[in-house]
């Protein structure tokens, strides 16, 4: 696969088609006396990596949860592929906090069962090949017939990562993957995410509570006020690719982190 430079990236990332709109969004609870979310616009454009950071209690996760159709949304419109999100959906991958593998299926079983619930076993067996496929751009070749209890935590995230992808979604929704894992597991794994987003062109949407995280891996961070969350900064984040953890030590890289963070302090005494 070829990689573009950095400024060539984005300017094929501005020309791509869009995949994951949000229109005004909003979220209201107990009656609309507690607003979570308030109007919220989002565009993700295929092959994009984008993040959302903000303070905890901002709404970050009712978003994630309103752009998975697992609730909807009190004013506005989501739209997936031109098509309304009215519910969970096939082309939409969710990976959490935790791995969340059963305990008593295989790895393999464990990455093809989206396919068995939705369509069946024998449509599950027929995604094995794929799924084998997945475990090796992982690096998990030859785990495939291995019990959950016998991987590691970053191993098992992998695996998870397979999970989402063997159902080809066409965007991709990131519940802090990493964040239970120890810090240099978490680097590596963040290298692993970004590498295997890039192989597939995918359109990923990563929730963090890591300013570091969000510009490693993002073409755009989205700074999201305290509540009633909403976005009050778009960072559009311009390093090369593939990035690499040196980058970190970068001034450049210093200067993404610091912009980001001021801004979240400043918002922190709205």
């Not at 400024?7 to 088609?17: E, F, K, N, P, V």
């Not at 004013?75 to 593998?101: C, H, K, N, W």
């Not at 393999?108 to 995604?127: C, S, W």
């Amino acid at each position: 696969m070829t990689v573009l430079p950095r400024t060539d990236a984005m300017t094929a990332g501005s020309q791509s088609r869009p995949v994951y709109e949000l229109s005004g969004v909003a979220k209201s609870y107990a009656r609309g006396n507690l607003r979570a979310l308030d109007r919220v616009d989002l565009t993700l454009r295929e092959g994009s990596f984008s993040s959302v950071i903000g303070p905890s209690g901002c709404g970050k996760s009712t978003l994630l949860k309103i752009m998975a159709g697992l609730i909807p949304p009190s004013e506005g419109g989501v739209y997936l592929e031109g098509t309304p999100v009215t519910g969970t959906r096939e082309d939409i991958g969710m990976m959490f906090q935790q791995a969340t593998l059963f305990p008593w299926r295989t790895v393999l079983e464990n990455i093809v069962l989206p396919i068995e619930i939705r369509d069946g076993k024998a449509a599950a067996r027929a995604k094995h090949r794929d799924a084998l496929a997945l475990l090796e751009l992982v690096g998990l070749k030859g785990f495939e017939g291995r019990w959950p209890h016998e991987l590691s935590g970053g191993m098992a995230q992998r695996a998870a990562i397979c999970r989402m992808l063997v159902t080809e979604p066409a965007v991709l929704l990131l519940d802090e993957p990493f964040s239970a894992l120890d810090e240099l597991s978490r680097d590596f794994m963040n290298m692993e995410l970004q590498r295997i987003c890039m192989e597939r062109n995918a359109t990923a949407f990563l929730i963090t509570h890591s300013i570091p995280e969000a510009v490693i891996l993002s073409d755009t961070v989205y700074v999201m006020s305290p509540r009633p969350g909403t976005f009050v900064e778009t960072v559009e984040i311009d390093l090369p690719r593939p990035r690499t953890l040196d980058m970190m030590t970068d001034a450049k890289f210093g200067d993404y982190v610091r912009r980001i963070r001021a801004r979240l302090d400043k918002g922190a005494f709205l």
